[in-house]
């Protein structure tokens, strides 16, 4: 549809509009923000737009490096999509970057008729057709941190320390205080749930790996996630005190905005999680987090390693990506029994010693 462009011509442009099409989900949204400072700095008088979905795009909202947010509605009348394609149109971009590599993202990137559209080695459903520059070494083998980063690389500016800015209002700061202090001690955060089914290691697995935790560190525990995830949660709670009855445990899932879940996040001295958004969260302000990895792959999927454990599966289909297991008899799931508990408390004693020097007892 397009005429084709080198890569290398990036380096020498300027924009004076820029949009990045990334609509989804949480965790490789919260991965995409290092590129924000990257784009100011390198088209400092440059209109930054960005196209997301509207359940998670108050995690932009307030970044200093951001203009503009364009909210996405997935579901919903045929109307709000054409009015979002025209509102692509009349914004006249210079340059788009599709990172996400979907029909959807492929034909938004196409309404907006600029010169320069960016797509990843990773493009499928046809969405590569609509763009005309295709960033090298960004296929899915690629962890996804480093594919986003090749947009910094082919712009130049890949010298540049990546940076993840979530802008925290003061009222959410005060309130995850409030919190922190009620408590009156530290606290781990929770986060059993995930979007896929293959995703979720057990809730009743976390709680008794948190009940080792509270034993050796007396940590209150606040658990964490969407209100999807308000079952798993609610066992998750019920495990913990069945374990650990002292234990000061709040259920949070479904009752936090983004923006509070972040500074939560911030707050606590470290995650327990499947691979989520909330690890990509909780890893950008640096909290040490312990990943569970059933079906993905933490070299692909998760965060930079410095102050992480994760704890990945050994099952022949692990890291398959598989959001169903695909068996039905008793290899279902079998990565879930795999993992047992006492392998990921030795990880979560680990990271505690790694960043914190010698455990805190109780």
């Known amino acids: 549809m397009f005429g084709r462009m080198d890569q290398s011509m990036l380096k020498s442009l300027d924009a004076r509009r820029i949009c990045i099409i990334k609509p989804s989900a949480l965790g490789d949204v919260v991965q995409t923000l290092p590129l924000l400072p990257v784009l100011k700095e390198r088209f400092p008088n440059a209109h930054i737009s960005w196209v997301i979905n509207h359940r998670i795009a108050d995690v932009?909202?307030?970044?200093?490096?951001?203009?503009?947010?364009?909210?996405?509605?997935?579901?919903?009348?045929?109307?709000?999509w054409m009015k979002l394609l025209w509102k692509l149109r009349c914004h006249r971009f210079d340059f788009v970057f599709?990172?996400?590599g979907l029909l959807r993202t492929g034909i938004m990137a196409a309404a907006t008729r600029a010169p320069y559209r960016v797509h990843l080695e990773t493009a499928r459903e046809g969405s590569a057709?609509?763009?005309?520059?295709?960033?090298?070494?960004?296929s899915k083998f690629v962890p996804a941190k480093l594919r986003y980063w090749r947009?910094?690389?082919?712009?130049?500016?890949?010298?540049?320390?990546?940076?993840?800015?979530?802008s925290i209002p003061a009222a959410d700061e005060e309130w995850a205080e409030r919190l922190q202090l009620r408590f009156g001690q530290p606290f781990l955060a929770v986060s059993p749930g995930a979007r896929w089914e293959t995703k979720r290691w057990p809730a009743e697995k976390f709680a008794a790996v948190v009940a080792k935790a509270w034993r050796t560190w007396n940590f209150a525990v606040v658990i964490v996630g969407s209100s999807k995830e308000n079952s798993l949660a609610e066992n998750c709670y019920h495990a913990i005190r069945k374990y650990v009855p002292a234990a000061k445990v709040e259920n949070l899932t479904g009752r936090t905005t983004i923006k509070q879940l972040a500074a939560l996040l911030k707050r606590s001295t470290i995650l327990l999680s499947n691979d989520s958004g909330p690890m990509h969260l909780a890893a950008g302000f640096h909290t040490p987090v312990v990943g569970v990895f059933t079906c993905t792959d933490p070299y692909r999927s998760g965060p930079p390693e410095s102050c992480h454990q994760f704890v990945t599966s050994k099952v022949s289909c692990a890291g398959s990506y598989r959001k169903r297991c695909p068996y039905a008899d008793k290899k279902k799931l079998a990565c879930f029994d795999e993992i047992d508990v006492e392998r990921v408390w030795k990880s979560f004693y680990h990271c505690m010693n790694r960043n914190f020097a010698v455990p805190r007892a109780a």
């Open 60 to 80: 932009l909202t307030g970044h200093p490096n951001l203009d503009e947010i364009v909210p996405y509605y997935r579901y919903g009348r045929a109307l709000k």
């Open 98 to 100: 599709d990172l996400q």
């Open 151 to 166: 947009v910094a690389e082919a712009l130049g500016m890949e010298n540049r320390k990546p940076e993840t800015i979530v």
């Open 129 to 138: 057709f609509f763009g005309n520059i295709q960033l090298a070494d960004t």
